[in-house]
């Protein structure tokens, strides 16, 4: 079964930015999608399918996915971005689906 | 507007049993591929449990054997029994749908598309 790595921590500063990694053998074979859950709060889906970007996602949030890393890659940082964010597949076809990476606290200094 | 609203959650002594419930509006549930996710505290998301809308289940290992998942088509609900509860059980829990794609006519399950707001589970000694 799939076992996604992320960095625990990225650091960037306002107006830069910020790329979280996604590492797994072969993950560039499987749809990668990525959430944002900040604060006390549920999680929001705002890339899926490695490049999509559901209605209501700045432009800003981008992904790229190829080999054995997925990236989720968010230009001009604002304050606003600071969260925890994850990475997740669907390995369908198996008895444990649903697989998350470890999350990645993203701060913006 | 899709709505997912949980409840059930408690504080319950190790070996105990919990029933949560999560309750949809704007859809309907037996349609649909209702997943429980959750998260320990200061800790990751884990994906728990899946009921396809064929009515498959599947479960994680740690939770596999305790863990029941099930739908009320007369509620538009969804609810995992929760028994023989243990410490590492305590986190939050979430109600969440999948979304995907049709891909030569069948629906392909990818994402977590819609969420609640979660239910706190505290298990204690």
């Known amino acids: 079964s799939y076992v996604l790595t992320q960095p625990p921590s990225v650091s960037v500063a306002p107006g830069k930015t910020a790329r979280i990694t996604c590492g797994e053998d072969?993950?560039?074979?499987?749809?990668v999608h990525w959430y944002r859950q900040k604060a006390s709060q549920a999680p929001v889906v705002v890339v899926y399918y490695n490049n999509d970007r559901p209605s209501g996602i700045s432009g800003r949030f981008s992904g790229s996915n190829s080999g054995n890393t997925a990236t989720l890659t968010i230009s001009r940082v604002e304050a606003g971005d600071e969260a925890d964010y994850y990475c997740?597949?669907?390995?369908?076809?198996?008895?444990?689906?649903?697989?998350f990476g470890g999350g990645t606290k993203l701060t913006v200094l | 507007e899709v709505q997912l609203v949980e409840s059930g959650g408690a504080l319950v002594q190790p070996g105990g049993s919990l029933r949560l419930s999560c309750a949809g509006s704007?859809?309907?549930?037996?349609?649909?591929?209702m997943t429980w996710v959750r998260q320990a505290p200061g800790k990751g998301l884990e994906w728990v449990s899946v009921i396809y809308s064929d009515g498959n289940t599947y479960y994680a290992d740690s939770v596999k054997g305790r863990f029941t998942i099930s739908r009320d088509s007369s509620k538009n609900t969804v609810s995992l029994q929760m028994n023989s509860l243990r410490g590492d059980d305590t986190a939050m829990y979430y109600c969440a749908t999948l979304g995907g794609r049709v891909v030569d006519l069948i629906f392909v399950p990818n994402y977590f598309e819609y969420w609640g707001q979660g239910t706190l589970v505290n298990v204690y000694s």
């Open positions: 997740q597949v669907w390995d369908s076809g198996t008895d444990h689906p649903g697989v």
């Open positions: 072969n993950i560039g074979s499987k749809s």
């Open positions: 704007g859809f309907t549930v037996s349609f649909n591929y």
